[in-house]
């Protein structure tokens, strides 16, 4: 399998996920006949400015689809990202996705672009907490607070209308802009920033592999194209590469 052969032969290959290597964990993605977004209008319920104007709205909805997210247990698709790292074929992954199924699932090396909303912080003091350290706070607050402060809580995840943090964006550009290979799986790529890298891995000539159940606008420009769930085709091409020479 050329694929295998190319993550073989890779020595910095990095993982690009979206919500559908999830889609097997029970996760709904967001775009498409069946997405979250197809439900939900993303600028009026999960928008920098909506969590500004009406907290309370916000977190009604950030609780409804929250804990499905907390609950999630890592796919197939997920372990095969973690054979791939132990094999020393992967990298990093780089996720778009806030279910922390990647770590989870025990990959080491992992960069969350847009938050992971197992984290909750404080707008005002800047605390941290583990969303499961405060449950109580999350299930009995209508706008959670903080423990020390009294400032509102806020889920830690990238908001339409926020910017991806700094050193975070720094650290996935590094790691993409010097990939030989780069892996895109379950993700529609119609979200700025990651949907730039595939070119930014082309500029140091780094092989696109896409992995997707649907055709995107980004076949074409990928070196090769996998159209299948994440959670069949990954273990296949980590079976290929155990027994390839
Ligand atoms: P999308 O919902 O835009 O795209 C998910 C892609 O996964 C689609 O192209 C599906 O065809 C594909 N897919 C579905 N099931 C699959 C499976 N079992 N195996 C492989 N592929 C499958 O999700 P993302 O690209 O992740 O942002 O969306 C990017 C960002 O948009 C998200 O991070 C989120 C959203 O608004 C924030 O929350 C900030």
Same mark, same amino acid.
Do not use: A, F
């Given at each position: 399998m050329a694929i295998a052969h190319e993550f073989k032969h890779a020595r910095r290959a990095v993982a690009l996920t979206g919500a559908g290597i999830s889609a097997e964990s029970g996760l709904g993605t967001f775009?498409?006949?069946? #997405?979250?977004w197809s439900r939900y209008d993303p600028a009026v319920v999960a928008s920098i400015e909506s969590f500004n104007q009406n907290p309370r709205k916000f977190w009604e909805f950030a609780r409804d689809i929250g804990w499905k997210f907390l609950e999630a247990k890592p796919n197939a698709a997920h372990i095969a990202l973690v054979e791939l790292e132990a094999m020393k074929h992967l990298h990093c992954v780089v996720t778009q996705n806030i279910d922390g199924l990647h770590q989870r699932a025990g990959n080491k090396s992992v960069i969350e672009?847009?938050?992971?909303?197992?984290r909750v912080n404080c707008t005002m003091c800047a605390t941290t907490y583990a969303a499961e350290n405060i449950v109580d706070s999350l299930v009995q607050q209508d706008v959670p607070t903080c423990q020390r402060c009294g400032g509102t809580l806020k889920p830690d995840v990238v908001l339409f #209308?926020?910017?991806?943090?700094k050193k975070t964006l720094a650290e996935a550009l590094k790691r993409v802009r010097s990939a030989d290979v780069l892996l895109t799986v379950?993700?529609?790529?119609?979200?700025?920033r990651a949907s730039s890298f595939p070119e930014l891995a082309k500029e140091n000539h780094a092989k696109v592999i896409s992995i997707n159940m649907e055709r995107t606008r980004w076949d074409d420009f990928s070196d090769y194209q996998v159209h299948g769930s994440a959670a069949d085709v990954l273990p296949r091409i980590v079976q290929a590469i155990r027994i390839s020479f």
């Open positions: 775009r498409g006949r069946d #997405g979250l672009i847009h938050g992971n909303i197992g #209308g926020e910017e991806i943090p379950g993700t529609s790529l119609e979200v700025y």
